[in-house]
C-alpha cells in the first residue's frame, strides 16, 4: 500500500457486501481510508466484535430503521489503536488503545476492516490488563445489558427473569444483574445450564415446562423480566409476572405496548462503556468469546453467527 498523510495508508482491507442479501453477498476488498472528522479518530482496528444486527441489515431487515449506503463495512463494535485525531478530540492521542461502539447514523464504514473512524462520543480507553479481542466483544453487548437493567430498574433483593441469558449480551446482563444484588433465573439450552451456575443464576430451560419451573423457584412471579431472545418469549410473561413487575425487551416491542414496559435500543455511551471495560478487566465481568476468526475469514465468522447457537461473542482479528 502506498503511504498517505501522516504515514497511513491510502487504502485498506475490508469486508463489504455491495448490495443487500445473504453471507455470499461479503467479500474481501481494497478500500479507501477513512477520513479524520473534526469530532473523529481514525483507529487501526486490532479486533472487531460481530453481532446480529450487522448481518440483519445486511440482509435488509432493518431498511426504514437503519440507512445503509453501499458498499458498505459491517460492524459497530471496535478495540485498536489510535492513528490519527480529529480538531475536538482532546481525550485522546495517537497511540491510546481504545475501545467503542462506533455506531454511526448510516451505515457504511464499520468496523470489520483495517481501519475505521470512531466518533470521540462513543470511545473509552481500554484498560491495562484487558485484551483488545475481550474489548471488542464488550461493547454493544455489554451496553445492551447493562441499558436494558436500568431501564428495567433492576436492584437489590429483585427476582429476576433474563431470557436467552447464555448468549452475547444475555450472559453480561445476568452478571450485570447479580452485581447490582438481584437473584437471577435464566433460560437456556440445558447445555449451557452449568455455564449460567457459574454466571451466578439458576438456569431453566426454554419451552414446555418453562412456567413451572421458573415457578417452582420464584413462587410469587418476577420483579422483572428481561427479554434477549425476541420471538415467542414473552409469551409466558402474563403467568409469570409478579404485579407492579417490569418488563424489558430488545427484541419485541410488546414489552412496550402490551405490557407497559420497555422496549431498549441500545445507545453509545462511553462512560458506561468504560465504566464495563474497568469491570472486565479487575475480572469482575466475565466475557465470554465464541471463537476468533482473521479478517480474511470474517464470512466464515458470520455465517457461525448466523447459527444462532453461539455462546458468548465472535470476534475477528485483523
Known sequence: MDGGPCGLPLDMKAL????????????????????????????????AGINPVDYKIREGYLRGLIDTRLPAVPGWDVAGIV???????PEFAVGDAVLAYARADVVEHGTVAEYTAVPVRTAARKPEGLSFEAAAALPLAGLTALQTLERAGVGEGQNVLIHGAAGGVGSFGVQLARLRGARVIGTASERNHEYLRGLGAEPVVYGDGLVEAARALVPGGFDA???????????????LLAEGGVVASVADSRARTE???????????????????????????????????????????YAELEQGHTRGKIVVTV
Open 16 to 47: 463489504v457486501y455491495s448490495d443487500f442479501g445473504g453471507n455470499d453477498r461479503f467479500e474481501l476488498t481494497d478500500r479507501d481510508q477513512p477520513h479524520v472528522g473534526p469530532d473523529t479518530l481514525v483507529v487501526r482496528v486490532v479486533a
Open 83 to 89: 492513528e490519527q485525531t480529529g480538531l475536538d478530540t
Open 225 to 239: 423480566i428481561i427479554d434477549f431472545v425476541g420471538g415467542s418469549t414473552l409469551d409466558t410473561t402474563n403467568e
Open 259 to 301: 405490557f407497559g414496559g420497555h422496549y431498549v435500543w441500545v445507545r453509545p455511551n462511553a462512560e458506561q462503556l468504560g465504566e464495563l471495560a474497568q469491570l472486565a478487566a479487575d475480572g469482575t465481568l466475565q466475557v465470554e468469546i465464541a471463537a476468533t476468526y482473521p479478517l480474511d475469514e470474517a464470512a466464515a465468522a
